[in-house]
């Protein structure tokens, strides 16, 4: 008698941790930039360096990178600058060991720049981590029984996602964006902003595919007197492919992906002149790669002419309970943050999502929090020159997850799948925002996996005080399965001798036993 088995790969969060740190620094204007005059926005990133885990804790080394835009003392014209804060930080996380996988999860909870003089900024952020312990686990279970024996066996059907894969990755690319014909060349770039919208990635044989857009902005310094600060935005589609050994079509991805290195230059068109905005952005890929099958595996077994029993271990078994998404609409009318700067033209906008709460409920996932709204204009006022405003636009909404209980493990990302800002007059816009969020909902359930079979003589006195015919009452709950193991009879001679279709049994049914073949 020999078990047949199969190994089941999973992986599981075994821990959580999360810890705030506040990150605040004075910087100055490094002496090849002129004086700030005006504060135009900033945009701050967290560059994770090291993820040292230890005996209970974790160590965490990196730098918030901020980069401030800024109104110059000279007529109309931009500067920029970068501030770098290093940090390391050791997180206390019970259980975890050296070698282990560590999931870490950082954002800006905020972010605050203060011009303290015209050669020094401000830099304050509340930088939070949230630190997950990933295992991969591997669990073996009986699938099939070989036997020559009598043995009598039962299978049932797990749904069971399996990870195939999990490995960090990037993903290059290189686009050339000329200028529009009416604007000026460009004599220096003084600030950009790149994101990375409609990103969807499919397996496919051995790799996977990647398809988006990429939006980029663009404020530079235009060639000639006369050409101050000068702007240009465009939107391309891309696509590519990523060599991922080992996946395969109709695999589930569950990729996260964030803007690493990017890098922008100015080329030379065609006839020689600076037109051309050559961005090469790098995406940091983290793969998992999921399987999903109906595992058939054995149940339960016992014996008709000896003892035999199923010998089990519970393990938790993952299963896919939905991968979805959800779109939260936004509108509102909002007034700049400075009437006594009134807008123009408007430049340029792009938005922020800050999550505060995550919570399970029914048939759902609530989710609440904040679009930060920047929005760059031309001034009306004076020389015309560019202004900012940020406006905060808090958020409620529910993504339908059926059946989604407190037990499920979920992942959930956010992206801003459409923004539009519009001026309506001189001190208030328009702002209409679809925040799109998906998910990925497990379901996790404690099984009794047959891991092994005790195979010994049968109980000859047992066997002694079971009647050789008897009628049995079907109690609640009770199956032709359970009165066979009972008697040590097959279960289809039961059903022969009660000329049964099925094994469907009720509550009240007579059944007849027939002892034989011992």
């Given at each position: 008698m020999e078990l047949v088995k199969k190994k089941i790969h999973m992986d599981r969060i075994n821990g959580r941790a999360g810890t705030q740190m506040v990150l605040e620094e004075d910087v100055n204007i490094s002496d090849n930039k002129p004086d700030a005059n005006y504060l135009l926005s900033s945009k701050g990133e967290i560059i994770m360096e090291e993820i040292r885990p230890g005996e209970n804790v974790v160590s965490l080394k990196g730098k918030l990178v901020v980069s401030i835009l800024y109104l110059t003392d000279m007529e109309g014209m931009c500067a920029s600058m970068e501030a770098v804060i290093p940090f390391e930080e050791k997180v206390n996380m019970e259980g975890v060991a050296g070698g282990d996988t560590i999931l870490t999860e950082s954002s800006i909870e905020d972010l605050t720049v203060g011009l303290i003089n015209s050669r020094k900024f401000s830099v304050q952020a509340v930088a939070s981590f949230m630190l997950e312990r990933e295992e991969q686990v591997e669990c073996e279970t009986a699938v099939d029984l070989y036997h020559e024996e009598p043995v009598e066996y039962r299978k049932c059907v797990y749904p069971v996602i399996e990870l195939v894969l999990h490995k960090k990755d990037i993903f290059r690319l290189k686009?050339?964006?000329?200028?529009?014909?009416?604007?000026?060349?460009?004599?220096?770039?003084?600030?950009?902003?790149?994101?990375?919208?409609?990103?969807?990635?499919?397996?496919?044989?051995?790799?996977?595919?990647?398809?988006?857009?990429?939006?980029?902005?663009?404020?530079?310094?235009?060639?000639?007197?006369?050409?101050?600060?000068?702007?240009?935005?465009?939107?391309?589609?891309f696509s590519g492919i990523i060599e991922c050994h080992g996946c395969r079509e109709n695999m589930i991805p569950d990729i996260q992906y964030h803007l690493g290195q990017c890098n922008v230059e100015v080329r030379q068109d065609f006839d020689g002149e600076e037109r051309v905005f050559c961005v090469e952005p790098v995406l940091d890929l983290d793969i998992h790669l999921y399987e999903e099958e109906n595992l058939e595996v054995i149940s339960d077994v016992y014996g008709v002419d000896k003892e035999i029993e199923a010998l089990t271990t519970q393990m938790p078994v993952k299963s896919l309970l939905l991968a979805g998404s959800g779109k939260c609409k936004i509108a509102e009318h909002v007034r700049i943050q400075n009437p006594e700067m009134p807008m123009y033209q408007l430049i340029h906008s792009?938005?922020?999502?800050?999550?505060?709460?995550?919570?399970?409920?029914?048939?759902?996932?609530?989710?609440?929090?904040?679009?930060?709204?920047?929005?760059?204009?031309?001034?009306?006022?004076?020389?015309?020159?560019?202004?900012?405003?940020?406006?905060?636009?808090?958020?409620?909404?529910?993504?339908?997850?059926?059946?989604?209980?407190?037990?499920?493990?979920?992942?959930?990302?956010?992206?801003?799948?459409?923004?539009?800002?519009?001026?309506?007059?001189?001190?208030?816009?328009?702002?209409?925002?679809?925040?799109?969020?998906?998910?990925?909902?497990?379901?996790?359930?404690?099984?009794?996996?047959?891991?092994?079979?005790?195979?010994?003589?049968?109980?000859?006195?047992?066997?002694s005080d079971l009647p050789g015919m008897v009628i049995c009452i079907v109690g609640p709950g009770e199956t032709l399965w359970d009165i066979g193991k009972k008697y040590y009879v097959p279960v289809a001679q039961l059903r022969e001798v009660n000329e049964l279709p099925t094994e469907e049994i009720s509550a009240g049914d007579k059944i007849l036993v027939v002892k034989g073949g011992i």
């Open positions: 686009e050339e964006m000329e200028l529009t014909g009416n604007l000026p060349n460009v004599f220096q770039t003084i600030w950009h902003h790149i994101c990375f919208d409609h990103v969807e990635f499919k397996a496919l044989e051995e790799k996977l595919s990647i398809q988006g857009e990429m939006r980029a902005f663009f404020l530079y310094e235009g060639e000639g007197d006369n050409d101050k600060t000068q702007w240009y935005e465009n939107t391309v589609p792009d938005g922020e999502i800050r999550i505060d709460e995550k919570t399970i409920v029914e048939n759902g996932i609530a989710v609440t929090g904040t679009l930060l709204v920047t929005t760059l204009y031309l001034s009306a006022s004076g020389a015309k020159a560019i202004y900012s405003t940020v406006n905060e636009l808090p958020f409620q909404y529910v993504i339908e997850a059926e059946n989604i209980l407190p037990t499920c493990v979920y992942k959930l990302r956010s992206s801003i799948e459409q923004l539009t800002v519009t001026m309506l007059d001189s001190d208030e816009l328009d702002v209409k925002a679809a925040l799109q969020f998906k998910m990925i909902v497990f379901s996790v359930q404690n099984r009794d996996l047959v891991t092994d079979i005790k195979v010994e003589p049968l109980d000859l006195n047992k066997l």
